[in-house]
């Protein structure tokens, strides 16, 4: 269990020391804006809420989650009450004097080892401790793609609480009203799922109730079912009109439609699983030897559990979201931790039996019942355990090692990018008070409200006609504009390695100011940058400069006052990486400038295709680039980080 808690919790804690925002930025800044918004917008009648409302009831119904895909997910994060427990947490944590980053990380830290606890726990119920041990070894090595185990989250969070209220159940039986209340309580609050397994939780309390309630148990037992029916009716109270995401999805599409898309889905979903055990033979295998296994325990009890988890797979299929098998996805990891309880009992009572039978035939070993079939028997069995400790060693080498570096990487660089508070602070400068601003991306709107936006209107841009049309409408009322910056990934700056350098492309500009180039060396090695100059096909070296470990700071390109052409920068060491921070034209003597890169300059730069593997794509400097619908003047007014600031209306 140490062992599980340790491995799984490394797939979190390394990405968040080095990383300036939490592992997915945009469900965490969800959870985060849910925090202020407890406080600040309790009601949903501040600016950014209300204007947000207003442009979603403008565009329709339920409809609007195939033409407005952006606004109707837009309003759907902001308004519904999805983590209010874990919101009131980061909220705690935040007046006590952390960061809301930091209070939301160290939840993201914390869920882990309670996660494989909690999984230990309700597997040793079922199954034994040596069983639960084999079984929490195979779930450290597993990845659920979609419902979590190697990037935390509330819903996993609650989850375990499920797995610990089911198994205190199996063991106290009635008993355990009280503490079912209460985890029944956490669970409805802290995550939009909790509900579901509250309800589960009741379920497994009837199937496990061993005598008729007292007259307190009965006080836990209505307090319960309570608590679960406030759960499904407090939110639309206190915020009356917000939409259900799964009745959209239903109201806008049939539900032969729904199910067929979650079937694809699904059908996408299951050959992870399947492949974990190295091919459906091997899982055959695994299934049949647990499987006559059980019948030696309480199967009825395993059965139950099966049961009741298969139909919620079933029933989840009728459950809309834009990615198709969503809810199964979230479903599916305690019927796969109840499997692999199973499997885990059949290698178990493989490996007692084998022990068994050697004592005994060596025990006999010169007495006339020491029987050839004992013999075959016993070599039978020897040659199936060792096929299975072959499997688990290739499953250790493959995936404990290789697929736990994948995850480890991807926690790091999903979402690589960072998002200053000096940004959002701009809303609210002197020069231009806010008035509506129109975010172009649900992960810089979320974090924008976060941090004090949420007094000023917000708008996302339409995608269909009539999205489109409404915000040519009210173009006139937007203040300011806040989208990606060209430069997003790498925490908003230009990566360069030996094998894809950074080209930056130059119009003429005669103005007697020079090329001023930001680099950064992050590595522990000092780095020798190559500039080349290419113009009409010719590539001269312009200069090289050695980059100290940890430097950064700005070099001017000599004899750049006047020239047009491009600049390719390349690290001479292969495996060095360098960083690109910024590029303006400034006087030599300039040390400092609110601006980073050269917006509306003629300068464009060429950097690796996420959507084309090996390719690249040119991106452009311009400002109208940021809304291209909006086809107004806008000035930068803040380009550092990830995301850029445009005051609208001036040049």
Same mark, same amino acid.
């Given at each position: 269990?140490?062992?599980?808690?340790?491995?799984?919790?490394?797939?979190?804690i390394?990405?968040?020391?080095?990383r300036?925002l939490?592992?997915?930025?945009?469900d965490?800044?969800q959870?985060i804006?849910?925090?202020?918004r407890?406080?600040?917008c309790l009601?949903?009648?501040?600016?950014?809420l209300s204007r947000?409302r207003?442009?979603?009831l403008?565009l329709?119904?339920?409809?609007?989650?195939?033409?407005?895909y952006?606004?109707?997910e837009?309003?759907i994060?902001v308004?519904?009450?999805?983590?209010p427990w874990?919101?009131?947490?980061?909220?705690?944590?935040?007046?006590?004097g952390?960061?809301l980053v930091?209070?939301?990380?160290l939840l993201?830290?914390?869920?882990?080892?309670?996660l494989?606890?909690?999984?230990?726990y309700?597997?040793?119920?079922?199954f034994?401790?040596?069983?639960?041990?084999?079984?929490?070894?195979f779930l450290?090595?597993?990845?659920?793609?979609?419902?979590g185990?190697?990037?935390?989250?509330?819903?996993?969070?609650?989850?375990?609480?499920?797995?610990?209220?089911?198994?205190?159940?199996?063991?106290?039986?009635?008993?355990a009203?009280?503490?079912?209340?209460?985890?029944?309580?956490?669970?409805?609050?802290?995550?939009?799922?909790?509900?579901?397994w509250?309800?589960?939780?009741?379920?497994?309390?009837l199937?496990?109730?061993?005598?008729?309630p007292?007259?307190?148990?009965?006080?836990w037992?209505?307090?319960?079912?309570?608590?679960?029916?406030?759960? !499904?009716?407090?939110?639309?109270l206190? #915020?009356?009109?917000? =939409? %259900?995401?799964? +009745?959209?999805?239903? &109201?806008?599409?049939s539900?032969?439609g729904?199910?067929t898309?979650?079937?694809?889905?699904?059908?996408?979903y299951?050959?992870?699983?399947?492949?974990?055990?190295?091919?459906?033979?091997?899982?055959v295998?695994w299934?049949g030897?647990?499987?006559?296994?059980?019948?030696?325990?309480?199967?009825?009890?395993?059965?139950?559990?099966?049961?009741?988890?298969?139909?919620?797979?079933v029933?989840?299929?009728?459950?809309f979201h834009p990615?198709?098998?969503?809810l199964?996805?979230?479903c599916?990891?305690? !019927?796969?931790i109840?499997?692999?309880? #199973?499997i885990?009992? =059949? %290698?178990y009572? +493989?490996?007692?039996? &084998?022990?068994s039978?050697?004592?005994?035939?060596?025990?006999?070993?010169?007495s006339s019942?020491?029987?050839?079939?004992?013999?075959v028997?016993?070599?039978?069995?020897?040659?199936?355990?060792?096929?299975l400790?072959?499997?688990?060693?290739f499953?250790?080498r493959e995936?404990?090692?290789?697929?736990?570096?994948?995850?480890?990487?991807?926690n790091?660089e999903?979402?690589?990018f960072?998002?200053p508070?000096?940004?959002?602070?701009?809303?609210?400068?002197?020069?231009?008070?806010?008035?509506?601003?129109?975010?172009?991306?649900l992960?810089?709107?979320?974090?924008?409200?976060?941090?004090?936006?949420?007094?000023?209107?917000?708008v996302?841009?339409g995608?269909?006609?009539r999205?489109?049309?409404?915000n040519?409408e009210?173009?006139?009322?937007?203040s300011?504009?806040?989208?990606?910056?060209?430069?997003?990934?790498?925490?908003?700056?230009?990566?360069?390695t030996g094998?894809?350098?950074?080209?930056?492309?130059f119009?003429?500009?005669?103005?007697?100011?020079v090329?001023r180039l930001?680099?950064?060396?992050?590595?522990?090695r000092?780095?020798?940058?190559?500039?080349?100059?290419?113009?009409?096909?010719?590539?001269t070296?312009?200069?090289?400069?050695e980059?100290?470990p940890?430097?950064?700071?700005?070099?001017?390109?000599p004899?750049?006052?006047?020239w047009?052409?491009s600049?390719?920068?390349t690290?001479?060491?292969?495996?060095?990486?360098?960083?690109?921070?910024?590029l303006?034209?400034s006087?030599?003597?300039?040390?400092?400038?609110?601006l980073?890169w050269?917006?509306?300059?003629?300068v464009?730069?060429?950097?690796?295709?996420?959507?084309s593997k090996?390719?690249?794509?040119?991106?452009?400097?311009?400002?109208?680039?940021?809304?291209?619908?909006?086809?107004?003047?806008?000035r930068?007014v803040?380009?550092?980080?990830?995301?850029v600031?445009?005051?609208?209306?001036?040049?």
């Amino acid at each position: 269990m140490l062992l599980a808690m340790g491995f799984k919790s490394s797939l979190v804690i390394s990405p968040i020391l080095e990383r300036p925002l939490p592992i997915e930025a945009d469900d965490s800044f969800q959870r985060i804006f849910q925090a202020v918004r407890n406080t600040e917008c309790l009601t949903q009648q501040c600016a950014a809420l209300s204007r947000l409302r207003e442009q979603r009831l403008a565009l329709g119904g339920a409809e609007i989650m195939h033409s407005d895909y952006l606004v109707w997910e837009g309003w759907i994060r902001v308004s519904v009450l999805s983590d209010p427990w874990a919101s009131l947490v980061i909220h705690g944590l935040h007046r006590l004097g952390m960061t809301l980053v930091d209070a939301h990380d160290l939840l993201n830290v914390l869920y882990p080892p309670i996660l494989m606890g909690a999984v230990g726990y309700w597997l040793l119920v079922l199954f034994g401790p040596a069983p639960a041990g084999i079984a929490l070894f195979f779930l450290m090595l597993m990845d659920f793609p979609g419902a979590g185990l190697n990037a935390f989250r509330p819903n996993e969070f609650v989850m375990a609480l499920a797995l610990i209220c089911w198994a205190e159940i199996r063991r106290r039986g009635v008993s355990a009203a009280r503490l079912m209340c209460v985890m029944i309580f956490i669970m409805s609050g802290w995550h939009l799922i909790g509900k579901l397994w509250s309800i589960v939780s009741l379920a497994a309390y009837l199937w496990h109730a061993d005598r008729w309630p007292d007259r307190r148990e009965w006080v836990w037992i209505f307090c319960s079912i309570g608590i679960v029916v406030l759960a !499904f009716v407090l939110p639309t109270l206190i #915020v009356p009109g917000v =939409g %259900i995401p799964t +009745l959209d999805g239903l &109201l806008s599409r049939s539900l032969l439609g729904v199910v067929t898309v979650n079937l694809q889905g699904v059908l996408k979903y299951l050959p992870h699983f399947v492949e974990f055990f190295k091919g459906a033979e091997w899982l055959v295998l695994w299934i049949g030897l647990g499987g006559v296994a059980v019948l030696r325990l309480e199967w009825q009890d395993i059965l139950y559990w099966f049961v009741v988890l298969g139909s919620l797979l079933v029933l989840s299929l009728i459950d809309f979201h834009p990615a198709p098998a969503h809810l199964f996805a979230r479903c599916f990891v305690p !019927f796969a931790i109840l499997f692999l309880g #199973v499997i885990a009992y =059949g %290698i178990y009572d +493989l490996t007692i039996g &084998l022990v068994s039978l050697w004592r005994r035939i060596w025990g006999q070993r010169l007495s006339s019942e020491n029987t050839v079939m004992q013999r075959v028997v016993f070599a039978g069995g020897f040659v199936i355990l060792c096929a299975l400790l072959d499997q688990t060693v290739f499953l250790t080498r493959e995936l404990g090692v290789k697929q736990g570096q994948q995850i480890r990487q991807k926690n790091t660089e999903r979402h690589d990018f960072d998002l200053p508070l000096s940004q959002p602070a701009r809303l609210h400068h002197p020069e231009k008070r806010c008035q509506n601003v129109l975010y172009t991306n649900l992960t810089v709107l979320l974090y924008y409200l976060s941090y004090g936006a949420y007094d000023c209107g917000a708008v996302l841009p339409g995608e269909s006609a009539r999205g489109m049309a409404w915000n040519r409408e009210n173009a006139a009322r937007i203040s300011h504009v806040v989208a990606w910056s060209p430069v997003r990934s790498h925490q908003g700056n230009l990566r360069a390695t030996g094998s894809e350098p950074v080209v930056l492309e130059f119009e003429e500009v005669k103005d007697g100011l020079v090329w001023r180039l930001g680099l950064k060396n992050p590595g522990q090695r000092s780095v020798t940058v190559r500039v080349m100059r290419t113009d009409q096909g010719t590539g001269t070296l312009l200069f090289e400069t050695e980059l100290a470990p940890g430097w950064s700071g700005w070099v001017t390109v000599p004899n750049s006052s006047a020239w047009a052409g491009s600049l390719t920068l390349t690290p001479v060491e292969k495996e060095a990486t360098i960083l690109v921070t910024g590029l303006r034209r400034s006087t030599v003597e300039e040390k400092n400038s609110e601006l980073r890169w050269p917006w509306n300059q003629g300068v464009s730069v060429h950097m690796p295709d996420a959507k084309s593997k090996g390719g690249r794509k040119k991106v452009d400097f311009s400002s109208r680039s940021l809304w291209k619908e909006g086809q107004m003047p806008m000035r930068i007014v803040d380009d550092h980080g990830s995301a850029v600031l445009a005051i609208v209306g001036e040049q």
